[in-house]
C-alpha cells in the first residue's frame, strides 16, 4: 500500500451526537491555534468503510510550524515521509528509492486549518455543529466546491484538536487522530527540509490540483 501525497481522502458516519449548542465556531478554533507557533503530536490514521469498520491503520508522528510547514512521518504499517517547506513537498518513500516533489498547495488542506486561520478563512465556510462527551465538532465546507474535500470535520477537546475527518464528494472520509500533541515545542529548522539522498530517483509533479491535497 502506498499513502503518497493523497491522505487527505476516504468514508465515516459520524458517531450520534447531542443536541446542538450554540457556540462560537470561530472561538474554539481561536482557542486551538492563539499563540501556535509550532505542534508535535503522535498520529493515527485510517479509512472507515460504509459498515463503519476501520481500514488498514497508519501510525507515525508530525510535527507543524505555522504557517505553511510541516514533517508527517509515517512509521507503520510501511514507513513514509512526507516534508512541506512552505513552497514544494517532498514526499519519500524509502523502499521504492523514489521522492515525488510537487508545488506546495495550501488552498484546502485541513492541515493548515491548524495553523493558519487566514488560509482557513478565506477558504471555509466555518459552522459549529454539535458538542458530545466534552467534545465540540466544528464543519469547515469550502467555499468553491472540490472534489478533494466536500467538509472538513475537527474534533476540539480542552483547547486541544483531538481529531480531523476529511470527507471527499463520494462520502468517503480519512480520519486523522492525535494522541501527545505538544504545543510550541522547540523545533529544528532541519525538520522542514529535505534532501534526497544518493541514489533515489526524483520525480518532479508538474500540475498543481486545486483540491486538499499538500
Excluded: C
Excluded at 502506498?2 to 474554539?28: C, D, F, G, H, W
Excluded at 472540490?146 to 483547547?159: G, Q
Excluded at 522547540?186 to 509533479?205: H, N, R, T
Amino acid at each position: 500500500m502506498k499513502i503518497y501525497y493523497r491522505i487527505l481522502l476516504l468514508l465515516v458516519t459520524l458517531p450520534a451526537m447531542a443536541q446542538e449548542s450554540p457556540t462560537n465556531p470561530q472561538k474554539l478554533l481561536s482557542e486551538v491555534r492563539d499563540g501556535l507557533v509550532s505542534m508535535r503530536a503522535q498520529f493515527t490514521q485510517y479509512e472507515v468503510n460504509e459498515d463503519n469498520q476501520r481500514g488498514e491503520v497508519n501510525q507515525g508522528l508530525v510535527w507543524l510550524k505555522a504557517p505553511d510547514q510541516f514533517r508527517w512521518h509515517y512509521q507503520q504499517p510501511i514507513e513514509q515521509l512526507i516534508v512541506a517547506d512552505g513552497k514544494q513537498v517532498w514526499v519519500y518513500d524509502e523502499d521504492l528509492e523514489q521522492v515525488t516533489v510537487k508545488v506546495q498547495n495550501n488552498d484546502l488542506n485541513p492541515i493548515y486549518v491548524i495553523i493558519n486561520k487566514e488560509l482557513s478563512e478565506q477558504h471555509y465556510n466555518i459552522k459549529f455543529e454539535t458538542e458530545h462527551e466534552g467534545t465540540s465538532w466544528v464543519s469547515l465546507t469550502p467555499k468553491t466546491p472540490s472534489e478533494e474535500v466536500k467538509t472538513v470535520w475537527l474534533a476540539i477537546k480542552d483547547k486541544q484538536l483531538t481529531q480531523i475527518k476529511v470527507v471527499n464528494h463520494l462520502d468517503q472520509t480519512m480520519i486523522f487522530e492525535f494522541l501527545e500533541a505538544e504545543k510550541n515545542p522547540e523545533l529544528s529548522p532541519g525538520l522542514f527540509q529535505f534532501k534526497p539522498p544518493a541514489g533515489v530517483d526524483v520525480i518532479q509533479a508538474h500540475t498543481q490540483d486545486a483540491g486538499g491535497e499538500f
